[in-house]
């Protein structure tokens, strides 16, 4: 089949970026957003978010006129889903904006097209959308395995590209493409053929789904451990630093780095996705998950410490994103940290965060005020490095200089072990 056209819903960090990379490559694409803002800001060739290279992408796929957004969906041969799959408040998948991006769609297929889910989800996940969009269109045939020939193919192929680096990898990256039935999986393959350089690999529906979030529980333990380890060196007087430089000349270890927790929306979430399914077989992501969960208490109470005794200290935490140089605060520690911070007796508290230009109004609401960095440091008694964001790392020296610090980030000692 030879795709003209594809409806991408949800322009977010995954849909925008796609959406104006298949644009790049000659294809008709329509983004669409249920955020009136985001449809007028991408009309007019701008982005919403912080990635590198985006903007220019996106403003000559807006200036060729191969790309568009609207707020529903319109006919075409293809169609991505890359919508929000986040967590409740007792840890279970939220996927109402699946479920309302198949309802949206359900109406304007037609027999030909192809439906591919990228939004992480649970295992299991293809197959429902996949009825539920056979129950609303019962005038086409949909996937069923051992059955040939429906009207519509479906499949899952989950994004695993790096905040930061998602124009590049959306492109240079494997992609695992799952679909339905063999033939889902090929012509699948054929769309994502047209824009992605790196290795299409084929595979079912189901594994694919569990794919993506074993990627993420995988990393998920890994930095537990040096979560972990860090805790240990704080009760032991030890430089976690140090230790972990020292440990990694083993020619088979490779610690990674500690930090104030785990953020991001796929880190932070997918193993939550594997306990919901498997809630007695995951014992060990279920322990990762309360050890990164429970940093960024423990670097509140260094922060406690150092100011203990001090009247009305003042408190800089540097950084909130998820992540260096990104704008993204999703599921980020350093925004526990901050707000949890900000409930101490008798603090005031300044922010900084080069990549925005407000704070969230809910840390507003906190008390907390956004500053820039020399305004941190001049009026700040004590300093917390939260994200190791660029002009933080180019002005190592002026926050060594500081009195007291709590360095979640390794900024110093890296520093440091450079020098030596």
């Not at 429906?150 to 493409?177: F, M, T, W």
């Not at 300093?383 to 002005?395: C, G, I, K, M, S």
């Given at each position: ?13 995954i849909g ?17 957003d ?22 220019a992408v ?67 996940t293809?197959?429902?959308?996949n ?21 519509v ?6 994004e ?5 680096k998602?124009?590049?990898?959306l ?26 350089e790196?290795?299409l690999?084929a595979?079912r ?31 032991q ?5 140090e ?6 000349r ?6 990674l ?6 953020g991001?929306?796929c ?10 399914s ?44 998820f ?22 007796p008798?603090v005031?508290?300044?922010v900084?965060?080069p990549n ?11 008390g907390?005020?956004?500053?820039d ?8 008694d004590a300093?917390?490095?939260l ?25 110093l000692s890296?520093t440091?072990s450079?020098?030596?």
């Amino acid at each position: 089949m030879k795709f003209k056209k594809v409806c991408v819903v949800g322009l977010g960090y995954i849909g925008l970026p796609t959406a104006a990379l298949m644009a790049s490559r000659g294809l008709e694409v329509v983004g669409v957003d249920i955020n009136e803002s985001v449809v007028d800001s991408v009309n007019r060739g701008a982005v919403h978010i912080v990635e590198p290279r985006l903007d220019a992408v996106v403003q000559a796929a807006v200036g060729s006129g191969r790309l568009r957004a609207a707020p529903r969906p319109e006919t075409a041969d293809a169609f991505l889903i890359a919508v929000p799959t986040p967590i409740t408040a007792d840890k279970a998948s939220d996927m109402r904006a699946v479920l309302s991006a198949v309802d949206a769609i359900a109406p304007v297929l037609k027999a030909g097209d192809l439906v591919v889910l990228e939004s992480t989800s649970p295992v299991g996940t293809t197959d429902i959308i996949n009825q539920r969009m056979a129950a609303a269109r019962p005038d086409l045939r949909f996937p069923k395995v051992g059955v040939d020939g429906p009207d519509v193919h479906v499949a899952y192929c989950p994004e695993r590209v790096l905040p930061g680096k998602v124009i590049q990898e959306l492109v240079s990256n494997d992609r695992a493409i799952g679909g339905m039935t063999e033939a889902c999986t090929e012509l699948a393959t054929g769309l994502y053929a047209l824009f992605v350089e790196g290795e299409l690999v084929a595979t079912r529906a189901r594994e694919a789904e569990l794919c993506k979030l074993a990627e993420n529980a995988f990393r998920d333990v890994n930095i537990a451990y040096a979560n972990e380890l860090a805790n240990v060196c704080d009760s032991q007087g030890v430089d976690v630093w140090e230790v972990i430089r020292l440990a990694n000349r083993h020619p088979r270890v490779n610690i990674l780095n500690p930090g104030p927790g785990v953020g991001g929306h796929c880190i932070a979430v997918d193993p939550w996705f594997i306990v919901e399914s498997a809630p007695d077989d995951t014992p060990v992501i279920q322990a990762a998950r309360a050890v990164n969960d429970g940093r960024p208490h423990r670097v509140v109470e260094k922060i406690r410490v150092m100011v203990e005794g001090l009247r009305s200290p003042v408190v800089a935490c540097l950084g909130l994103a998820f992540k260096p140089d990104i704008d993204d605060l999703r599921e980020s520690p350093a925004v526990d940290v901050v707000l949890e911070v900000a409930r101490l007796p008798g603090v005031e508290l300044l922010v900084v965060e080069p990549n925005i230009n407000q704070l969230p109004a809910h840390i507003r609401a906190a008390g907390a005020e956004l500053v820039d960095l020399e305004t941190a440091l001049s009026r700040a008694d004590a300093v917390a490095v939260l994200v190791d964001h660029t002009p933080f790392r180019q002005n190592v020296d002026r926050i060594a200089a500081k009195d007291r610090i709590v360095d979640t980030r390794g900024i110093l000692s890296r520093t440091v072990s450079a020098v030596l």
